[in-house]
Structures are given as structure tokens and as C-alpha cells.
């Protein structure tokens, strides 16, 4: 792995993404919850507010049957194609992507409309009131963008702030980073971008105005986050009208972020970061007790530097420098597979012990990370992009055993963040984005601004504080401790894939800490042990969170009806080994294009010939199943 060593010091790595993402509804508020427990049975329930959080942090929900889904949700999970295609965790969304690439717009193009949609019909997942990532490979470039329209803390944040209330660090208005999506998705328009800014905006305006079905697990996440909806005006004006919860299958309509979306389409960013849609939004978070300013607002810088790439098992991977620590955790696991010298170490009930041990070591390493604009983290970068560092950590790695937390040379509590969406685009000329977006929890702070239909972020749950009690009982990192204008680290990981400079895949997920774990396992399923795209996806998979030492694995039968169970042979390997494992009905959500050429990848030829030669490959594009979305395709 070769990150461009010299600008190593550029790089800002944010390694922390949430948990549970893989339902990404239930309301789970990361490390606090078992102090929360605790309190709550002290507390002998007196507190009706507790209960609810015992409730909202349950996964029961998952029991709700989707027999009633309509037919354009779920299924097809996958398309082909030799033109060019869009994969999002919504099919709605995935189609305008391609409706835009069908008008011989750049995959930036396809992007834009493609984000803008997810807010409207996922907006417990992501939105203009968020944040993210985004990856674009250019087809006539050999390296990658990383655009990190990341949420900033307010100029009146500080590191104290929710010293007298941890809660608010997660809930309500005071949990409200400085969004960043908009700014970051005109950035990338403005470089890349074809197609008029404002005819990107066109659908899903349609869709908020004149409203849109609510998907299944768009119900799903209103049922299971009915009591935050209810006590919000916000949300429940839209999504419990006259005060009834939407279910799968309703119409929602969102009219005025509609024309907050409008307004953006004729006016451009300014309008949000410096004119109207900014003003009502910032008045609506101020009544509400925040601490949002026009002056935060004007101030949003989108940070645009080279991806970071990394070398490793006969793969080049770009993807995005910290605060983002998901390109960085990826490559140490990687290199540390690679370092066994064979591409048999990843395979089997054995490549998944390897996997697990090297994980631990990474979540261990990954929360000395931190937003490197304020934290000098360059030696903790150099070491987790180091083949060496990493054949260090493989000498430690024994395959007849476990450890305990404590082996894995922790040091700070974990970050555990939530909700997310990911979406890969690939367009005619091989231009690639890999993205993703998120406002943290499912609905974010809980809160929606009345008079722009924008529901808040609560990216200010990523940063540590000194104040947490949290449930692995070891200190907050300090390089993620808040300052203003600072991002907070992140899990997600949107990557794109080369393979001798041809490009190979786009990958991404969902799911806060599972993000990493699940993007490794997509990828090792496809690029390494050769399983085709669907299967690569959709094949069950491992999480580990460090502390509790417990491999988590899935079983449970996902929206579609179809169950996904790691296999009794792993699991036996695994527990031979001295592994806890723990069934777990959830996980990360991952979206995945793969390019394919006539000759197989490892026959022996190189695909940078053909590619010299101006053929392209058939392209293959899966939505995760275990979320009701579809890709789409030309
Ligand atoms: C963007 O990131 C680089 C590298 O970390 C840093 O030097 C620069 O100050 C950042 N810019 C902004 C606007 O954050
Ligand atoms: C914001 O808008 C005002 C005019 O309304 C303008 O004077 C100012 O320069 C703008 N600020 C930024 C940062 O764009
Ligand atoms: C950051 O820390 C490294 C050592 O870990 C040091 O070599 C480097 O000079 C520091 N950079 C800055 C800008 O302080
Ligand atoms: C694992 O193997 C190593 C040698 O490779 C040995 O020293 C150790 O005792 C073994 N541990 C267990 C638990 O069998
Ligand atoms: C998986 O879940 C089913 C219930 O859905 C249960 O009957 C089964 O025992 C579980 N298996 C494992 C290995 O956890």
C-alpha cells in the first residue's frame, strides 16, 4: 500500500462509524446504553423517559413481517450491464441515478440526484441535514478524489458541552453537527458535473412534494422510532400526520423540504450555507435550544484531497483519508492477510479467524485517530497503511487461538455510531463514485426543522468526551474530543477497487462499526476468494466489536424472506478456537459494482491491455438484500 507516503500528513482519517447498522433503525444509543440500563433498574422505572430508551434501544421490531411489501421493494438485487449502473439502498433512488446517466451525465451527475433522492425516502438514514463521503475515480485519471463533506462541530461547541447532560450529545438539537452534504455534493458537481445543477434536484423534489410510497424498511424505522417521533412536532407533522405513524406502503409527503430542495436547485448551495433555507434552519434549531449558526453555516469548508491508495493482495483500493478511519482500518486487516504470503490465507473457517483477530487489532488502533486538522495522528496513519506494521501485528495472530480485549493493545473506549446509507455509481465512460452519506442515528438528532422539512444530524454522538461512561470502561480517545470546526471521526468506507489500473469495483456500506468488517468481507468474498457478486453480498457474515469479546455472527431471515446463517462448520471452527459467538439478526448494509471482462480475471492475462485497448466490461450491480433496495441499470 502506497498512500502517496509523502502527503502523508494531508490525510485526515476518521475511523469511527456506528453499530447495528445492518437494521440501522433501531435506536440503540451507542456506549451509553448500559449505563442507561443500569440507571433505568435503579431507578426502579419510575422514569417513563428511561423506558422508552429501553425500548427504542431493543431490536423486537424485527419481528415485523413485509408480506405486505409492494412489489417494486426488494428482489432483483442485481442487474448487468455494459453501459452503466447505479446501485442504492432504495430502487426509487437508484433509477434517477440512472435516468441521469441515460442523459449522458457524468457518474458525479448520477450522484447528486441519486444522494438527493435517499434524503427524501430514507431520511432516517441520511439527507441534506447530514453529511459524507464520496470517492470519484475519474476514467482518465490513475488516482481518485476524496470528498470529505463531513459534519463540522458549531463555533460555539466545546469539549465540556455535554458535561451536564450526556444525553444530548445524542439527542436533540445540541447533537447537531454543521451539515455538509449539499456543499459536498456541488464541490464534486462543480469538478465533474455534465448536467444542470438544478435538473439533478428535479425527482426528488417530485418525490417530496407530491409525495412517495414509504418502503418497508422505511416503516420498519418509523415503527421502531415512534416514541422519538411522536415527541418531535417536526417529525411527526410528516411522518405520524395527524398523529398517526406512516407504515410501509403510505404515502409521505415532505412539501417543505421540497422547497428548501427547490430553493437549492435555482440558487445553488448558497441559499442553505448563506440565504434563506440557512435562516429558517438555523432559527428553527435555535427555539429549539441549539447552538447552529449562520456563521457556522457560511463557515462549512468541503475538504477535497487525493483518496488515499493502498496496495495490497494484487488490488489497488482508494478510498477516504481520516476522519474517515474505514480506508485506513481496511488496508491494516489486508495487509496483515496479505502478509501470509498466499491468497489461501483468507479462505475458509480459518482466512474468518484471521480476519476476526486482525479486526481487533485494527479497533484497537483506530481510535487514536482523529480529525489529523487538529490531532497530529500522522505516525498512527503511517503505521495502519504499513505492510511492515502489519506483518508486526500477523506475528501476534496465532490460528489455534483468541485473547482477550487486552491482547489487542487497546488503549481508548470505542466509538460506536449508527443509521448510514451507501450507493455506488458507475457511468459510460467508466467514471466511478463510491458514497456515503449519513446523519448519524435513524432520524438523527430526533429532530426535524418545521419550516425547512430537514431532519438533523447528530454526527456530535462520534466524538468522544471525558465525561462517558461507556460500557468497555476504558477512557475517551482524546484525538476525537470536540473543538470547533472540528469533524469527528467515522467507520464509513466508501471505496473503489483497481485492478492494474483498470477499474475493478465499487464498494461501500452501512452500519456504523460494522461498516469495515462488512466492506472486508464483500471484498475478500469477490476479489479474493471469487464468489460472484450476489453471493459476495448477500453470504453471511462475521462483526466484532472488541469489547464485548464476542464474534457476532448473522442469522436471521432479511426483508426478502430469505434466512442468512453463518454455517455450523465456521461457527464450530471458531469456538474450537476459543471464540464467544453470538447470533445477532442484523449487520451493515453493503452495496457493490463489480466490472467484469470476457477473459477471467485470473487467466493469466493483464486487463490493462484490453482496457488499452478501449474495451469496456460488462458491469454488475447488487443491492444489498438485507434492505429493500435494487440497483438499476442502462
Ligand atoms: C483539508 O485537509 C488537509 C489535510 O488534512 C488540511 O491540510 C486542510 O487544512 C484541510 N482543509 C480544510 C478546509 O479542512
Ligand atoms: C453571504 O451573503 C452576503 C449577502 O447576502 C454576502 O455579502 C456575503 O459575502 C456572503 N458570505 C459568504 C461567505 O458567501
Ligand atoms: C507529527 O508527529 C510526528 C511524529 O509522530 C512528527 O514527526 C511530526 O513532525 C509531527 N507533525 C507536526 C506538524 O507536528
Ligand atoms: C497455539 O500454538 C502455539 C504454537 O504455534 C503454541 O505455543 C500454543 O500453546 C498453542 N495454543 C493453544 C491454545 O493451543
Ligand atoms: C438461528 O435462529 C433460529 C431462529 O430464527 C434458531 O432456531 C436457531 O437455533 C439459530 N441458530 C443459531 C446457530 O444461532
Known amino acids: ?278 435562516e429558517m434552519l438555523v432559527n428553527d434549531v435555535q427555539k429549539a435550544g441549539g447552538i447552529l449558526t449562520m456563521e457556522d453555516l457560511r463557515n462549512y ?59 481487533k487489532f485494527m479497533f484497537a488502533l483506530r481510535m487514536n485517530l482523529g480529525d489529523p486538522d487538529f490531532v497530529n495522528i500522522s505516525k498512527t496513519i503511517s503505521e495502519m497503511l504499513s505492510p511492515e506494521f502489519a506483518k508486526g501485528i500477523r506475528e501476534r495472530i496465532f490460528d489455534n487461538t483468541t485473547f482477550p480485549p487486552e491482547y489487542y493493545m487497546h488503549r481508548w473506549s470505542q466509538l460506536r455510531d449508527h443509521g448510514t446509507s451507501h450507493f455506488c455509481v458507475v457511468d459510460a465512460d467508466r467514471n466511478a463514485v463510491s458514497m456515503t452519506t449519513t446523519v448519524n442515528y435513524p432520524f438523527g438528532g430526533g429532530v426535524l426543522s418545521p419550516s425547512t422539512g430537514i431532519v438533523l444530524n447528530n454526527e456530535m454522538g462520534d466524538f468522544s468526551i471525558p465525561t462517558e461512561v461507556v460500557p468497555d470502561k476504558l477512557p475517551p480517545a482524546p484525538t476525537n474530543f470536540i473543538k470547533p470546526n472540528k469533524r469527528p471521526l467515522s467507520s464509513m468506507n466508501p471505496i473503489v477497487v483497481l485492478k492494474d489500473n483498470q477499474l475493478a469495483g465499487v464498494i461501500g456500506g452501512s452500519g456504523g462499526m460494522n461498516i469495515i468488517p462488512a466492506v472486508l468481507q464483500v471484498f475478500i468474498n469477490h476479489f479474493i476468494l471469487g464468489m460472484q457478486p450476489l453471493e459476495a453480498v448477500q453470504s453471511p457474515r462475521v462483526y466484532h466489536k472488541l469489547i464485548p469479546n464476542i464474534v457476532l455472527y448473522e442469522n436471521w431471515t432479511i426483508i426478502d424472506g430469505e434466512h442468512i446463517e453463518l454455517s455450523e462448520e465456521k461457527r464450530h471452527f471458531l469456538a474450537e478456537r476459543g471464540h464467544q459467538l453470538k447470533a445477532q439478526s442484523g449487520g451493515a448494509i453493503c452495496q457493490l459494482i463489480v466490472q467484469t471482462f470476457q477473459r477471467p480475471i485470473n487467466s493469466g492475462r493483464k486487463l490493462g491491455k484490453i482496457s488499452n485497448n478501449g474495451v469496456l466490461g460488462m458491469l454488475t450491480a447488487v443491492s444489498d438484500p438485507r434492505k429493500d433496495g435494487r440497483p438499476a441499470a442502462i
Open 1 to 278: 500500500m502506497m498512500l502517496r507516503e509523502q502527503k502523508k500528513e494531508k490525510l485526515e482519517a476518521s475511523l469511527l462509524a456506528d453499530d447495528d447498522g445492518g437494521i440501522g433503525n433501531s435506536r440503540n444509543r451507542g456506549g451509553i446504553t448500559v449505563a442507561l440500563l443500569s440507571y433505568c433498574f435503579l431507578a426502579l422505572f419510575v422514569s417513563l423517559t428511561c423506558v422508552g430508551l429501553i425500548l427504542r434501544g431493543n431490536s423486537s421490531f424485527l419481528a415485523v413481517s413485509f408480506e405486505n411489501s409492494k412489489p417494486e421493494f426488494g428482489n432483483s438485487g442485481v442487474v448487468e450491464s455494459d453501459k452503466a449502473v447505479v446501485a442504492a439502498d432504495d430502487g426509487r433512488c437508484s433509477e434517477i441515478g440512472v435516468s441521469v446517466l441515460e442523459k449522458g451525465g457524468h457518474a458525479v451527475d448520477a450522484a447528486v440526484a441519486t444522494a438527493v433522492c435517499l434524503g427524501v425516502v430514507n431520511p432516517m438514514a441520511s439527507g441534506i441535514g447530514g453529511g459524507g463521503f464520496m470517492v470519484v475515480h475519474s476514467s482518465s485519471g490513475p488516482g481518485a478524489l476524496a470528498f470529505d463533506m463531513r459534519e463540522t462541530a458549531p463555533l460555539a461547541a466545546s469539549q465540556d458541552m455535554y458535561e451536564a447532560d450526556g444525553q444530548s450529545k445524542y439527542d436533540g438539537p445540541l447533537s447537531m453537527g454543521v451539515p455538509g452534504e449539499l456543499a459536498g455534493l456541488h464541490e464534486a458537481w462543480l469538478k465533474y458535473g455534465r448536467l444542470p445543477w438544478k435538473s439533478l434536484f428535479e425527482p426528488a423534489i417530485k418525490l417530496a412534494k407530491e409525495g412517495f410510497v414509504v418502503a418497508p424498511y422505511l416503516g420498519k424505522s418509523i415503527a421502531s422510532n415512534a416514541g422519538l417521533i411522536l415527541s418531535d412536532p417536526g417529525l411527526q407533522q410528516v411522518y405520524a400526520p395527524a398523529g398517526k405513524l406512516l407504515k410501509a406502503g403510505d404515502i409521505c409527503y415532505n412539501v417543505k423540504l421540497g422547497l428548501s430542495l427547490e430553493a437549492v436547485a435555482e440558487q445553488g448551495p448558497v441559499a442553505f450555507y448563506n440565504g434563506t433555507v440557512g
Open 301 to 359: 469548508r468541503v475538504n477535497v484531497t487525493d483518496a488515499v491508495a493502498v496496495n495490497t493482495m494484487g488490488y489497488t483500493i482508494l478510498g477516504m483519508p481520516p476522519p474517515s478511519s474505514g480506508t485506513v482500518g481496511m488496508s491494516l486487516v489486508l495487509n496483515i492477510l496479505n502478509s501470509y504470503g498466499s491468497s489461501e490465507a483468507a479462505k475458509g473457517s480459518l482466512g474468518l479467524h484471521r480476519m476476526i483477530e486482525a479486526l
